[in-house]
């Protein structure tokens, strides 16, 4: 069992649907609880970090983490083609990162 | 603030010959990691260096290393290339010890081995 799961997707939505994006992982040493996106041919780009379980909101982005059912979400409200890219999760412990392995959004104009 | 650099950028080799990748972190950033990502795999771990150190290593071949230098440049060497090791290798640097989970990515170096 991988310890970070994560639905590769692809995932096609209208522009303006919310999203929903998902990971589970085992490991509940995890404490740290990221998403990065990942436009085509460029480097991950830190898009929401918490530590804490609960919700987390920046702009149309939110970021949900479940310690107990060891599964991180993040939504995005009111969708753009802009958010057409590769989401990952990633869970961290102290000195220790794991990735999933991507979902590829395309939002459609 | 400069953001991570990568060089090169785009790399074809042959079987059997040898690579070395190059980063330069964000300033004042003193933890380099790095990461192989191909479709299928995902983002996998490298090693990370701090202070000129290898911290934590991933679960790769030996042909995979690594240093840092005193400015927190880094590099990482793979000997030996094979046809699996075409991928995105990407650096990400973080402010130190403990910071790891917040990491920024240089735009990655593509190697295509023939």
């Known amino acids: 069992q991988k310890e970070v799961e994560q639905d590769p997707g692809p995932l096609s939505v209208p522009e303006g649907a919310i999203v929903s994006l998902n990971c589970t992982y085992s490991?509940?040493?995890?404490?740290?609880f990221m998403w990065y996106r990942q436009y085509s041919r460029k480097g991950p780009e830190l898009l929401m970090y918490t530590y804490s379980s609960g919700n987390k909101e920046d702009g149309r982005f939110t970021a949900q983490v479940d310690k107990s059912s060891k599964y991180i979400s993040l939504f995005i409200r009111d969708s753009q083609p802009s958010d057409s890219a590769t989401y990952l999760c990633?869970?961290?412990?102290?000195?220790?990162?794991?990735f999933g392995t991507g979902t590829k959004l395309q939002v459609i104009p | 603030k400069a953001g991570v650099t990568q060089t090169p950028r785009y790399l074809i080799k042959t079987r059997g010959q040898q690579v070395t990748l190059s980063c330069s972190p964000i300033?004042?950033?003193?933890?380099v990691s790095w990461y192989q990502q191909t479709p299928g795999q995902g983002l996998q771990f490298l090693f990370e260096y701090f202070s000129e150190t290898q911290r934590n290593k991933g679960n790769f071949p030996g042909r995979f290393s690594g240093r840092q230098f005193s400015n927190s440049r880094s590099e990482m060497n793979v000997s030996t290339l094979e046809l699996g090791d075409s991928a995105l290798y990407l650096c990400?640097?973080?402010?130190?010890?403990?910071?790891?989970?917040?990491?920024?990515f240089g735009p990655g170096t593509r190697l295509t081995v023939l």
């Open positions: 490991n509940s040493a995890f404490q740290y």
């Open positions: 990633a869970i961290g412990g102290y000195q220790k990162v794991t």
């Open positions: 300033s004042g950033h003193r933890s």
């Open positions: 990400a640097s973080s402010l130190g010890s403990g910071t790891i989970n917040e990491q920024f």
